[in-house]
């Protein structure tokens, strides 16, 4: 569990303007990316050039997802076949402590010191990295962002950009505290320096990890999608590769994979595909030149089963493409250490509080979500994110976990407000109490600054209006004598 | 035509109310008030309270059973009773009935005007310089985006500008604004600076609680900018 709530770790965020202008100006950079990728796919649909628009794209997605994982077990059992067969290893882990036993016997029969990571976030869910350390082996993030971050000793801040919310210059300090030296900020200084620093680990690695984007159940081919080549080179230089994927990250056939590549870069950074995709089907055989003698596969649960079967089954759908981080602006305004946990933004609000303790992390559903549905209409996999989260809240409140003070006046309301007297008398009495608040006058009209009760915390940065002389009953009892009189 | 005036509409903009009683009759339709109504139950609905905003969403179906369209100044009230009731009477199968015909004939007040009467050019005049907030309920779940716009377009003297992002909420998101007021604010700021970057001295919006909620931000920080319901503009802008 994080520690504080979500609000106090949004507030500390809000107060840091330099993490503010980061997170903004990346969104920014991505959402008009994303725009233009839509607007030519739409093209490439009406030339026929495409599988569909992104409605039409996200409706096939979303379809093979919800089969694929209405039959599982099927699915997973046919990948765990043809791993076997094309000569892979497949693990089965329960949740965290099972990944990282297989991984450290693994790393002990090969006498491993030094592992090389390409990005993912299952082993970050499972905290990998420090089981590992615990038994003395050095682990090497290589994806540029998770690398700066591993410096930092932070978390990923972004699904797709794990740094973003680093500046320039913060990322010259961390490198030039690797290699001894004051670093200028720019582009091909810290690149190289990264290159350089992580070239030598590639070399030495005993063991490379991974994730997956997707597993292709029919033919076991991992598919591995990136920007950077050190996916490349933790896949296929050191003697060993492990892969770790969530096991919601099947897709049937090498079609349906087709279907999933036209949708993730383009929602995520924009770009029509990512710079490397890579296959990887079984470990090296016999003639070929590179890649790892041995190839595991540890398909993670953790808490993932629990959530088939259940309303919030959709989203195991998560490609994991960010988008919704991106258009989320809850997110833009804070970046994602506020949410205090591995997945942030709206798929981090609906996940995090699955795969944890509820009560733990409740107060991400209840206070980092304005519920304005710009996840959803995003995601390419059309999750609605925003009816998850709404049933977050549904059962924090029957669980009784509500505790912003506002179930009780919410439901006296409601048992109120079937009864139009019992309204008109409220309102009455709201509209006094608000006037005899208000006492500020200012350009005709009166402004309450200090509000009592469950309006307080709307004071404290905004003003409340004075509700006008006369209700809209009183201006429509008027209106109809007058019509009245005029008929 | 029954007007679903919503609670906030009542309390707060009785104004942007009766002008779109104004604007409707002016354009001969006849508007009822049916005076039982009260809250479409929305608050309830969206802090996980279901059952609350069941009893008020039954109270709804019986206020306005029988009205032939029901017309809202509020997108987001709108879009509840046409997003969210069918699901609220999902195991109810007597009211999803009559709640499927009432969400066929339930219209945020500018789509009406629009897509019903077919009517986008009311001959209005409003000399200003202003930007349209375009809020979420009402564009992502009622689908209505175009209509506000098409009706200030064609308003004399209104230079209508774009807000660079103006798919961005507010902030309001009901009860959200008060469980993260930080973060409300912050997001309300950068609407408000995105409005003020564009030199327009009114916004205008379609949906009485995002506008109560820049109203009341924009007048915390001193903010010369008038704030408008899109049907006073309107109405203001045919002399009514
Ligand atoms: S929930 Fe949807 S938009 Fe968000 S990361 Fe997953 S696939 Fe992408």
């Known amino acids: ?121 299952a082993t970050e869910e499972v905290h990998l990295n420090r089981a590992l350390q615990a038994d003395g082996i050095e682990v090497v993030e290589t994806d540029l962002g998770e690398y700066i971050i591993q410096l930092a000793g932070e978390t990923p801040s972004h699904i797709v950009g794990p740094a973003i919310h680093k500046t320039r210059e913060e990322i010259a300090q961390l490198f030039g505290r690797v290699v001894g030296r004051e670093l200028s900020t720019d582009t091909p200084t810290l690149t190289g320096v990264a290159r350089q620093v992580l070239r030598e680990k590639f070399v030495r690695a005993g063991m490379g990890i991974s994730g997956a984007n997707f597993v292709v159940a029919e033919t076991g081919t991992l598919c591995i999608v990136t920007n950077e080549g050190n996916g490349r080179l933790v896949t296929s230089a050191p003697p060993v590769h492990v892969a770790v994927v969530g096991i919601e990250k099947l897709v049937p056939t090498l079609a349906d994979l087709y279907v999933f590549l036209g949708l993730l870069a383009r929602s995520s950074t924009g770009q029509k595909i990512s710079v490397y995709t890579h296959m990887i089907t079984g470990p090296r055989r016999p003639g070929e030149a590179d890649g790892p003698e041995e190839l595991h596969v540890i398909f993670l649960d953790a808490g993932r089963s629990d959530i088939l079967g259940t309303e919030y089954q959709e989203v195991l759908h998560c490609i994991r493409c960010g988008a919704c981080l991106n258009h989320c602006p809850v997110y833009r305004q804070t970046g994602g250490h506020a949410y205090g946990a591995v997945y942030s933004g709206p798929v981090g609000t609906v996940l995090t509080p699955l795969l944890g303790e509820f009560r733990d992390w409740k107060d991400l559903p209840a206070e980092a979500c304005s519920l304005c549905a710009a996840c959803w209409e995003a995601c390419p996999v059309g999750i609605p994110l925003h009816d998850l989260i709404l049933k977050h809240r549904q059962k924090t409140a029957r669980e009784g976990l509500d505790q912003s003070g506002l179930g009780g006046p919410l439901r006296l309301g409601a048992a109120a407000w079937t009864k139009p007297w019992a309204y008109r008398l409220s309102v009455r009495v709201g509209r006094l109490a608000l006037r005899w608040f208000a006492r500020e006058e200012e350009g005709g009209r009166r402004w309450a600054v200090k509000a009592p009760g469950p309006l307080r915390a709307w004071t404290e940065g905004r003003d409340l209006p004075a509700p006008p002389e006369k209700s809209f009953r009183e201006l429509w009892a008027e209106h109809l004598r007058e019509r009245g009189q005029r008929a | 035509m029954a007007l679903f005036i919503t609670c906030l509409g009542d309390l707060f903009f009785p104004r942007a109310g009766m002008a779109v009683v104004k604007l409707l009759e002016h354009l001969g339709v006849e508007v009822t008030f049916p005076e039982g109504q009260t809250c479409c139950g929305q608050p309830q609905w969206n802090s996980g309270y279901p059952e609350a905003a069941a009893a008020l969403a039954r ?138 970057r564009t030199g327009a001295d009114l916004l205008v919006g379609a949906d009485p609680s995002c506008l109560l909620h820049l109203a009341g931000r924009a007048h915390r920080r001193r903010l010369p900018l008038k704030i408008m319901h899109v049907a006073e503009v309107l109405a203001e802008g045919v002399g009514l």
């Open chain 1, 1 to 121: 569990m994080a520690g504080g709530t979500f609000r106090a770790r949004a507030r500390k965020a809000l107060e840091n303007p330099r993490l503010r202008r980061a997170v903004r100006v990346t969104m920014n950079n991505f959402m008009s990316a994303r725009r233009a990728a839509m607007a030519e796919l739409a093209q490439l649909a009406r030339e026929g050039l495409a599988l569909g628009d992104f409605a039409a794209m996200r409706e096939r997605a979303r379809a093979i997802k919800q089969h694929t994982l209405d039959h599982l077990d099927h699915y997973l059992a046919r990948a765990a076949t043809a791993i076997g067969e094309r000569g892979g290893h497949v693990h089965f882990a329960a949740g965290a402590h099972e990944v990282g036993e297989i991984v450290r016997e693994i790393a002990r029969r090969r006498g491993v010191t030094l592992a090389v990571k390409s990005k993912s976030m």
């Open chain 2, 59 to 196: 109270h709804f179906l019986d206020v306005f059973d029988g009205a032939d369209y029901i017309v809202s100044p509020s997108g987001s009230c709108a879009s509840m009773v046409q997003h969210y009731y069918p699901e609220i009477f999902r195991d109810d199968p007597a009211r999803l009935d009559r709640t499927r015909q009432i969400s066929g004939r339930i219209y945020e007040f500018t789509q009406f005007l629009v897509e019903v009467l077919g009517v986008e050019d009311l001959g209005a005049r409003y000399p200003a310089r202003a930007t349209y907030h375009q809020s979420c309920h009402m564009t992502r779940l009622l689908g209505v985006e175009e209509p506000p716009l098409r009706l200030l377009r064609n308003v004399r003297d209104l230079e209508l500008v774009p807000l660079e992002h103006p798919e961005l909420c507010c902030g309001f998101g009901g009860t959200f604004s008060v469980k993260s007021p930080e973060v409300s604010v912050a997001m309300a700021d950068e609407k408000l600076d995105d409005v003020t």
